[in-house]
């Protein structure tokens, strides 16, 4: 169920333009989440665009959203589904956290 929804997110946030959308299964590596979805957004708008898809998008699938931050900052929105675990970022914030690199032992899903 969880990897069709981050199949079904990762569709979705394609569709309204987000850059660089990388899906990390996290299975074996941590036990924080199944899988974090991270994609950057172009403008603040566009980030708030892309976080209203993605809770619409992880609820339209049967997932339960836990936690919410960052929405004011406009540099980074986390959104905790419990199992996925999604990231929106500036560009800037993007390149500065690169959390593709801190979690490097988690496989890239494609």
């Not at 960052?70 to 956290?97: C, M, N, P, T």
Request: charged share 25%.
């Amino acid at each position: 169920m969880e990897f069709d929804a981050v199949m079904a997110l990762k569709s979705a946030l394609d569709k309204k333009f987000a850059k660089d959308i990388a899906v990390l299964d996290l299975g074996g590596v941590s036990p924080i989440a199944d899988y974090f979805v991270i994609a950057t957004g172009a403008s603040a708008p566009q980030m708030a665009a892309l976080t209203d898809t993605a809770e619409e998008c992880l609820k339209a699938q049967g997932m339960t959203l836990h936690h919410t931050e960052g929405l004011q900052s406009g540099k980074w929105v986390l959104l905790d589904f419990g199992a996925i675990i999604v990231h929106i970022f500036d560009k800037e914030s993007r390149e500065y956290y690169n959390l593709e690199r801190i979690w490097g032992d988690a496989k890239t899903v494609s």
